[in-house]
């Protein structure tokens, strides 16, 4: 299974700024940095509300608690 890296972000809009799994090992995008983003039964919101398009599918799920992960532009 993959694991969620930076790697994710390469050819991603401008205006992602994090990314997560949840635990169905799905990784999503967020506009928002993972600070603002919450975790409730396996699976990561942004605290208002909107939607967030699916980023990759088959990554590791096992620890998606702690997958967050915010975009590094250099």
Same mark, same amino acid.
């Given at each position: 299974?993959?694991?969620?890296?930076?790697?994710?972000?390469?050819?991603?809009?401008?205006?992602?700024?994090?990314?997560?799994?949840?635990?169905?090992?799905?990784?999503?995008?967020?506009?928002?940095?993972?600070? /603002?983003?919450?975790?409730?039964?396996?699976?990561?919101?942004?605290?208002?509300?909107?939607?967030?398009?699916?980023?990759?599918?088959?990554?590791?799920?096992?620890?998606?608690?702690?997958?967050?992960?915010?975009? /590094?532009?250099?």
């Amino acid at each position: 299974m993959k694991q969620l890296t930076q790697a994710i972000f390469k050819g991603a809009p401008n205006w992602v700024k994090s990314a997560a799994v949840n635990s169905n090992g799905r990784a999503y995008f967020y506009p928002v940095e993972k600070s /603002e983003l919450t975790f409730s039964q396996g699976f990561w919101f942004m605290n208002y509300g909107a939607y967030s398009p699916l980023a990759g599918i088959d990554f590791d799920g096992t620890d998606c608690k702690n997958s967050a992960i915010d975009r /590094e532009f250099n």
